[in-house]
């Protein structure tokens, strides 16, 4: 049936789901129903919570529609928080969000969700919610999800039948946060701001090296994100994988097995021909990464392709709920941390550096656990299958999971941008960013970065020709500024994410993303205002 679209969403299975809870039947996940053949759609998604709803403390939850998808499917939100906290949030409290189903085809994380919010139904993680609150969005790429079908991830250790990778626009929301062409991204992006939760979980699958481990994990990568968030983030992840660790599940920082050979450029102090353990990426494309510049603490999870359904989805359970222990038992630490973060921001007196020029940081050589697998013999045409097999050993391997930035600058009083579309205009809203228009043209004292060269390759990326500028700051001077440039602070709460955005230095901006090519000609079209 078609859902009501109302603020909070009676979800319109109710005879037989709340008949069920009433009678004191918890409802049953669509993976524990079919012994773990099947995933859910999103049809099963809504009868379930329907179904917690009834349960006898479903007035923890609320379920709501956060906004629409490409084709127009209800992209559902749910609040769990204690009962007598619900109608509005408590400010004492830290707020968690929680996202699965980014990729459809990697489906555990949906399914490990859905046990979170039964539990809470069923009266259970009081001690969590007591002090944190935990928004869940169990299926963010729905139309993907609704595209299920037999073989989209082969090789993948079950079901046979998924959703697909991108979504309805062919586009990847794991490299869309910067551009924000999707309606999920922009839905997404609103509830940053709307909840500023701060903690975000995003919930994947590996797809690649054979390791030992049940789940691999990364904060935010990006070398701009401020220090102290940054040791917060690593230091809850390492007690997170300790306290896995004593539950059985075996965990470690996200990273594929590579061999790299480097004549200077990378990959610093790596012997030509070493295998190495390498993490992925520390642009803001990725959500995690993007997250991260707000100050606040983002976790990638991945469980293992190779383990099969139902301990895909024990590994994602555990690690949701271990990170957020971790949070919780930190709150103070924590919320001091993000008040520093975003002060220092604030703070004229305090110097604020965006790095760019990104290489690998020195690695760490440490122990990573090596697993092997085996094809599973299959009836028929069913698709492949490769199954985690034997014990895995550790190998002591060179470990490169952080970024340093090779340029520093400091950043300036404010960003000019001059004759700014209203793409970019709305862009920037979308990422919260504050800034206002000039109501008077005027001098101020700028910097300029001359154009040298742009590069851009033939085929396009993401609907995108990606643009690389080369070129050289010119000597500080008075700029006229006319009416209707944008001035952007940097000296705001999101200054970083503003750097990342506007800096034409920046490896992963709204020019590199072509939003400013019509205006870049020699000289790019934002001026960094001097103090």
Known sequence: MRRVATVLVPILFAVTAHALAQAGEAPRTVPERTDYAETSRARDVEAFLDACLGLPHGDR?????????????????????????????????????????????????????????????????????????????????????????????????????????????????????????????????????????????????????????????????????????????????????????????????????????????????????????????????????????????????????????????????AFVLAVLRQLVAERATARATFLAADARMLDDNQPVWFGSDTKFAEPEHLPVLVGEVERVARDGDRPLRYARTGTAAPETMPVYRRFRADRLRRLPRAWAVLDPSAEVVQLLRRHGIEFEALDQPGPHRGQRFAVHKKRKPKRPYQGHHMLVLDGAWQPPTDVELPLGTIVVPARQRLGRLAAALLEPESEDSLSTWNFFEQQTDDVYPVVRLLR
């Open 61 to 317: 939850l609320e379920v709501r529609v956060a906004g629409r998808s490409h084709e127009g499917r209800g992209i559902l939100l749910v609040r769990a928080a204690l009962a007598d906290d619900r109608r509005a949030s408590a400010p004492e409290r830290l707020r968690a969000l929680v996202i699965a189903n980014i990729h459809a085809g990697e489906v555990e994380g949906k399914e490990a969700v859905q046990e979170l919010l039964r539990e809470v139904a069923n009266g259970e993680h009081t001690d969590l919610l007591e002090h944190c609150e935990l928004w869940c969005v169990p299926i963010y790429n729905v139309d993907g999800n609704e595209a299920i079908k037999v073989g989209n991830r082969r090789g993948q250790n079950g079901p046979d039948a998924v959703g697909q990778r991108h979504n309805a626009q062919n586009l990847d929301l794991n490299r869309d946060f910067v551009k924000a062409d999707a309606a999920e991204t922009r839905v997404l992006l609103k509830l940053f701001q709307e909840v500023d939760p701060h903690l975000f979980l995003d919930l994947h699958t590996t797809n690649g090296s054979r390791h030992g481990y049940h789940l691999t994990y990364a904060p935010s990568l990006s070398p701009n994100v401020d220090r102290d968030v940054d040791r917060l983030a690593r230091d809850l992840l390492e007690r997170a994988r300790t306290a896995l660790h004593e539950q059985g599940f075996e965990v470690f920082d996200y990273g594929n097995f590579e061999t790299r050979d480097w004549d200077g450029g990378g990959a610093p102090n790596s012997p030509a021909g070493q295998r190495g353990w390498y993490t992925y990426d520390h642009r803001p494309r990725y959500g995690v990464n993007y997250f991260g510049l707000r100050n606040r603490v983002a976790v990638l999870s991945e469980a293992y392709s190779y383990d099969d359904f139902r301990t895909r989805i024990a590994a994602t359970r």
